[in-house]
């Protein structure tokens, strides 16, 4: 073994993140103590980020499987069979900790890690995604993290070339420390080129691909492990830079080589570079590696093993390929200009060796270091219920309509159109023009053939708070909801989950109730979980955030001719609400918004009532007896009946049916499974779903250029149109 | 007819002119690799919208030197027409074949969305398959879209009928509300002395398909097929 300049010290084993009992079984495994490099390895390979260790034991309850998943969590992304021979590939990935130390860079390339764990797989981006969550509005810090962000996540995924159709953006105090960015990409591949990233075979190359190896991101993932502290900012070296126009390239350079019989298996370099990818492919393979470090193409000079090793450099791969197949592949790269080495070769010895200038300078066992991966039963509570709210102890407003225009300019129901219009939603030409962000779904054409896939994130953070169980079910069925109302039988999801620190038992009692809940809502929706990503630790001094579990949902629609959108169509149109209006106002955003209270029960989700209302809209989309689709959710009815008026620029009357709650609570209580159709057949369809026992019940028409509310007076599209708009850009350019 | 599109590395938008200008020839267009020093004959050559190089140094300024770009140039001087959309635009005013510079958006932002268009000269093999004075909805998506030549160039385009879309509302009319960029004289795309050179910065290739939300681009390619069969 080469010198360790180093000395292994406690203050050393504490700063990589490393508790006693965690060092304790290193030297077990290694027999000797480690040197720094090894050290290091370890760190990363057992840090939160890597190891799921806080978690593992509850994510393994949660649904995976279903006729149409190929393949469910375990892997770089998710796949599901989409027919005709091709898979729909997606996951959804945090990077929150360093969106908040540097956010152009931090939200730039949490884009393009999501992207490479996609196409990792074999498929085409086809679309990104993104849900946002920052900080109060008043906090000095949101408007310069809300500008960095966006223009990182434009930045990036405009230059590749990927449309961002679709997600979300909040705000709230909670967030004010550690603000969440969540990135999905949805790829499409063909059933019989999805590639895995399983090492086989002792002797076959192994070859480094895309930029080079840098200082950059060093222990990234041990810094997205722990909390934050006033000097977290010191932090900003360990934040990547990413390069798109590289990312493009690698895409491109990736993908053509898939097109040939070279690969074995291949892996992207995310957290914990070199390292976590050697490690996974040889684990999964059940081989051992050599690798020569002096073979990796390095950006700076002087770098030791121990910068190699952990850089999270971004843009590169690591493949194992078929031997002899070696020049066929480096052309490929050769001709999008990337770098292509030769760095090892995989062995039987179960071993990963690292060589460096001519010593040998880490040797660690494989399976050991896997097998012991750490998992953690941390101790929990549950979740202390709240007190339910009646509506009628709550005041009514004095004019619903004022109230609905303040609604519809909050910071969190405010158009993000200011967002949006930042990111190319256009690029790759088979974005649906319904399916434009700003629905309830982004909706993107499987390039080719008239099918189209549709996607949502989802999470209602206040209710996953008040209720864990109840905000993870409503996490799901609202996803599954969303895709509904185009039409699209949903078909799988991936679940980001974003909370405080795990090693509280309050904390780790949030998390284990929203996987409760996420459980119940995918078995009873037929919803499985294919991929996803733990962020934890999300804390300042202390203050953890709204636990968040953001739910990303992907949708198939057999004919995109036969979607629809949430914008009224045409006059006369008859304006139809199913499903139970109970008016729930607890932890509603009227609360919020126009009381000033976050408290009370979030409203109950009735899976079975989610599930028979939804299939009944999709058989009327599938049927076209309706016209256009909202599901009702934040800010309620009216909110939900002047959004398909903003959408479809055009007015309504409506009026309060008889047997409803008081008139606030109609309008803007927040009852779940419910939808607001449109169709040129009021009477038959509502007939048609009585006779199912689904309630329904008609509203008013589409008409004119005012919404109206019999009894209560209306306001202009344009009025409301203005106030919506107007919020976030006034926000952005005070 | 026969037509080819460029590739450059981080073209982006090569699929999408791909895909329109087979719709509208029936036959598939060859795709050229930007390292290529010359290619097959064509009737038309396009050059698609993306990053082309990443846009390190300026947009379009690193494309202008690749080997294709001569080949390109050649082949404009001898009158073969070359369309520009978006990158392929400033990649035409970088290498020269175009007039002026695409400068930052004026409020510095990338911006993609839909426009209106007023189509001001048709007596272009680009935009003969319009209307005189039509107004046309056509998405844009660009950081770097403002138009600006001095006051000379700009009265020569303005003298020889060579803007051939400018910004506009919805009804045609000229405002600094429909200007999405800080553009001079509002122009959206202009052609060059012989007007078999065109560069626009919004993407026709984009609504050229209703179920992408509209078809106003549509008639730029069945034009040219019409004009160049």
Not at chain 1, 135 to 144: A, M
Not at chain 1, 485 to 510: H, R, S, Y
Request: proline share 6%.
């Amino acid at each position: 073994m080469s010198e360790t300049p180093a000395e292994i010290t406690p203050d050393i084993i504490k700063s990589h993140g490393l508790s006693e009992d965690e060092y304790q079984k290193v030297l077990g495994i290694m027999g000797r103590e480690p040197n720094i490099t090894e050290l290091g390895i370890f760190s990363v390979m057992w840090s939160e980020h890597c190891s799921y260790k806080s978690s593992k034991k509850w994510l393994k309850t949660l649904p995976t499987e279903a006729p149409w998943v190929i393949c469910g969590p375990g892997e770089n992304a998710g796949v599901v069979d989409i027919g005709d021979g091709q898979a729909v590939i997606f996951k959804m990935e945090s990077h929150n900790h360093p969106s908040y130390i540097e956010p152009y860079q931090g939200a730039a390339t949490g884009v393009g890690g999501i992207l490479r764990d996609v196409f990792t797989m074999g498929a085409r981006p086809a679309a990104n995604l993104n849900a946002l969550r920052f900080g109060s509005p008043d906090h000095p810090k949101t408007r310069h993290l809300v500008a960095g962000v966006v223009a990182g996540i434009g930045g990036y995924g405009n230059c590749v070339g990927v449309p961002t159709v679709g997600g979300e953006c909040e705000f709230h105090d909670s967030y004010n420390g550690n603000i969440l960015v969540n990135a999905m990409t949805v790829g499409i591949a063909d059933t019989d080129r999805i590639f895995y990233s399983a090492a086989t075979g002792a002797g076959n190359p192994i070859v480094y691909v895309g930029s080079k190896t840098g200082r950059d991101g060093i222990h990234g993932a041990t810094m997205a492990s722990t909390e934050f502290t006033e000097d977290s900012e010191a932090k900003r070296p360990t934040v990547q830079v990413g390069d798109p126009f590289t990312e493009k390239l690698l895409i491109e350079a990736c993908l053509e080589l898939m097109g040939t019989d070279c690969i074995i298996g291949i892996q992207d370099m995310g957290a914990a570079g070199l390292t976590s990818s050697g490690f996974e492919m040889a684990s999964k393979g059940g081989v051992g590696v050599d690798l020569n470090l002096d073979h990796v193409p390095q950006r700076e000079d002087n770098m030791t093993p121990y910068e190699m090793m952990l850089s999270e450099s971004q843009e590169r791969m690591l493949m194992v390929l078929k031997p002899g197949t070696e020049d066929q592949a480096r052309a490929i790269f050769e001709k999008w200009e990337l770098d292509f080495a030769i760095v090892g070769q995989l062995t039987d010895s179960g071993h990963m060796v690292l060589s460096h200038k001519g010593k040998i300078v880490a040797d660690l066992p494989i399976d050991p270091l896997a097998a012991a991966s750490p998992e953690y039963d941390r101790p929990w509570v549950p979740t202390v219920k709240a007190e339910e709210i009646s509506a009628d102890s709550i005041m009514p407003p004095a004019d619903i309509m004022a109230t609905l225009e303040r609604l519809l300019s909050c910071p969190d129901l405010a158009s993000k159109r200011w967002i949006w219009e930042q990111y190319d939603h256009m690029v790759m030409g088979d974005t649906l023009g319904i399916g434009r962000p700003g629905g309830d779904a982004g909706m993107v054409r499987v390039h080719g053939t008239n099918k189209a896939l549709a996607m949502t994130s989802d999470c209602s953070p206040r209710y996953c708070l008040a209720d864990p169980v109840e905000g993870g079910r409503q996490a799901v069925a609202e996803a599954w909801r969303n895709l509904t109302a185009t039409g699209a039988t949903p078909l799988a999801i991936t679940d980001n989950m974003n909370f405080g620190n795990p090693e509280k038992p309050e904390i780790m009692g949030q998390f284990v109730g929203c996987i409760e809940g996420i459980k119940e809502a995918c078995l009873a929706l037929d919803f499985p979980v294919v991929s996803g990503n733990v962020s934890l630790y999300n804390e300042t001094n202390g203050q953890g955030i709204l636990p968040t579990p953001t739910i990303g949902g992907v949708g198939l629609l057999q004919d995109a001719s036969k979607a629809i959108g949430m914008g009224f169509i045409d006059e006369g149109d008859h304006i139809i609400v199913v499903g139970e209006t109970l008016g729930h106002i607890g932890q509603s955003v009227y609360l919020r918004e126009i009381e000033g209270r976050e408290d009370g029960t979030p409203p109950p989700v009735n899976l079975a009532t989610e599930r028979k209302y939804g299939d009944f809209i999709r058989r009327c989309i599938q049927n076209q007896t309706i016209n256009a689709c909202h599901d009702v959710s934040d800010g309620g009815l009216l909110t939900c009946v002047a959004e398909m008026a903003l959408a479809g620029k055009k007015g309504c009357q409506i009026a309060q049916p008889t047997d409803t709650p008081a008139p606030h609570a109609w309008a803007f209580g927040e009852d779940q499974a419910r939808y607001i159709i449109t169709s040129k057949n009021a009477d038959r369809l509502i007939s048609e779903a009585q006779a199912e026992g689904i309630a329904i019940a008609a509203l008013g028409i589409v008409t004119g250029q005012d919404v109206s509310l019999k009894s209560h007076g209306s306001v202009s599209v344009t009025t409301l149109s203005d106030r919506h708009e107007s919020w976030l850009p006034g926000y952005m350019a005070p | 007819m026969k037509a080819c599109v460029i590739v450059f590395p981080g073209s982006n938008c090569d699929r999408d002119l791909q895909i329109a200008l087979r719709d509208a020839m029936g036959s598939e267009p060859d795709m050229v690799w930007h390292g290529d020093s010359t290619f097959g004959d064509v009737d038309l050559i396009a050059v698609p919208g993306g990053f082309s190089y990443g846009d390190y140094l300026r947009a379009g300024a690193m494309a202008a030197k690749s080997p294709v770009m001569r080949e390109i140039t050649r082949r404009a001087e001898k009158g073969v027409p070359v369309l520009g959309v978006c990158n392929g635009f400033q990649i035409l005013t970088e290498s020269g074949l175009l007039p002026g510079a695409l400068m930052r958006n004026a409020d510095l932002k990338y911006v993609c969305k839909d426009v209106h268009l007023k189509v001001e000269a048709t007596d272009t093999p680009f935009t003969q398959g319009y209307e005189n004075e039509s107004v046309l909805r056509i998405p844009i998506a660009h950081h770097d879209g403002n138009y600006f030549a001095n006051d000379d160039v700009l009265n020569e385009l303005e003298d020889s009928n060579r803007i051939a879309f400018r910004y506009t509302d919805v009804r045609g009319e000229r405002s600094p509300q429909a200007n999405p960029n800080g553009s001079r004289h509002d122009i959206a795309g202009i052609v060059n002395k012989a007007r078999n050179v065109l560069g626009m910065m919004p993407h026709p290739e984009r609504l050229a398909d209703p179920s992408l939300g509209g078809s106003d681009g549509k008639a730029m390619f069945t034009g040219l097929v019409e004009a160049l069969s």
